[in-house]
Nanobody
Framework: VQLQASGGGLVQPGGSLRLSCAAS????????MGWYRQAPGKQRELVAR???????DYADSVKGRFTISGDNAKNTVYLQMNSLKPEDTAVYYC?????????????WGQGTLVTVSS
């Protein structure tokens, strides 16, 4: 599975960005797509994820501000980020989880930098 992420950049506090991640290759058996982030000096953390049947989970810190959505036909997941805060600054990584014969396999995109600063 190859993941191509895009949409990061520099934005002022209170602004918005939309991240996109397109999956290609062995995309069968994908069960979950999501976004993680890693800020300098911190561990990577879950931001949001969406299952193939549309169930979503969010980190408490982004609830009400971020929205994850998926386009199954395009094998693409989006993260709409509104009301951005400086603490949202991080490298954002797209993640895909496949389930094959009872085993799970995680794939990661290359990361896209989001900087929230005035």
């Amino acid at each position: 599975v190859q993941l191509q992420a895009s949409g990061g950049g520099l934005v002022q506090p209170g602004g918005s960005l939309r991240l996109s991640c397109a999956a290609s290759g062995s995309i069968f058996s994908i069960k979950v797509m999501g976004w993680y982030r890693q800020a300098p000096g911190k561990q990577r953390e879950l931001v949001a994820r969406i299952t193939i049947d549309g169930h979503t989970d969010y980190a408490d810190s982004v609830k009400g501000r971020f929205t994850i959505s998926g386009d199954n036909a395009k094998n693409t997941v989006y993260l709409q980020m509104n009301s951005l805060k400086p603490e949202d600054t991080a490298v954002y990584y797209c993640n895909v989880r496949r389930m094959v014969a009872g085993a799970s396999y995680d794939y990661w995109g290359q990361g896209t930098l989001v900087t929230v600063s005035s």
